[in-house]
């Protein structure tokens, strides 16, 4: 793992892309607090920034903490980068860090595909079965579930099988506050709405399109 406060290549790149409005801090949950004008600057803009990022600055925000990695996933779901689809899959199932996860799995999501439902099942083959770690594994199920509606699959229904994985990892130790997955999958809806919207000012998007 890189430092940005050892690597100044890093640094950099903290200050152009994660930091600038306190951007890493709103990629999540704050995001669907702002306000209507707060909502589209902050689309606009991180749509810019992903339109300006180079796959190389991106691969090195992937290699540094929480905030650079949770920044750079949400910047590769706006500018649809599928080039990363397996970097992120191994990212999320290493689990290395905290708060990363849900930007990988919305990107997963945005992305869209088999491969992708697949790599979210597979974390939730191995985290489901942790009971005691309470990692990504509502958001995963979330991503997967919106996938199933997109792909008109069902790879999620044998993780909410009566006595289950899902079922399993809610009941076991700690105890865990439970929610129904398909509102994690609305969730991870509205997220997939915003890299939309922040799509609209990425150059590089709207070519592939």
């Not at 940005?4 to 930091?19: C, F």
């Not at 650079?68 to 080039?83: D, F, M, P, Q």
């Not at 689809?85 to 999501?109: H, K």
Request: aromatic share 10%; proline share 4%; charged share 25%.
């Amino acid at each position: 793992m890189r430092y940005a406060h050892k690597d100044p290549e890093l640094l950099e790149l903290v200050y152009r892309y994660v930091t600038p409005d306190r951007r890493y801090l709103k990629l999540g949950g704050s995001l669907l607090r702002l306000t209507e004008p707060e909502r589209a600057q902050f689309t606009r803009k991180l749509g810019e920034a992903a339109d300006e990022i180079t796959p190389h600055e991106l691969g090195i925000l992937l290699e540094g903490g929480w905030r650079e990695r949770k920044t750079a996933a949400w910047l590769i779901a706006v500018a649809h980068r599928a080039e990363f689809r397996e970097r992120l899959g191994e990212l999320l199932l290493a689990s290395e860090v905290c708060y990363a996860g849900q930007g990988y799995c919305v990107a997963l999501a945005t992305f869209g595909t088999e491969a992708d439902a697949g790599l979210l099942a597979a974390y939730l083959d191995r985290y489901l079965r942790r009971p005691d770690l309470y990692y990504d594994q509502a958001h995963a199920l979330g991503a997967l579930l919106h996938l199933d509606m997109k792909l008109g699959a069902d790879h999620a229904a044998r993780f909410l099988a009566p006595e289950g994985l899902w079922q399993q990892w809610i009941d076991g130790p700690p105890s865990k506050q439970h929610h129904d997955p398909h509102d994690y999958s609305e969730i991870i809806g509205q997220f997939c709405s915003i890299t939309d919207e922040s799509a609209r000012y990425c150059k590089a998007q709207n070519q592939e399109l």
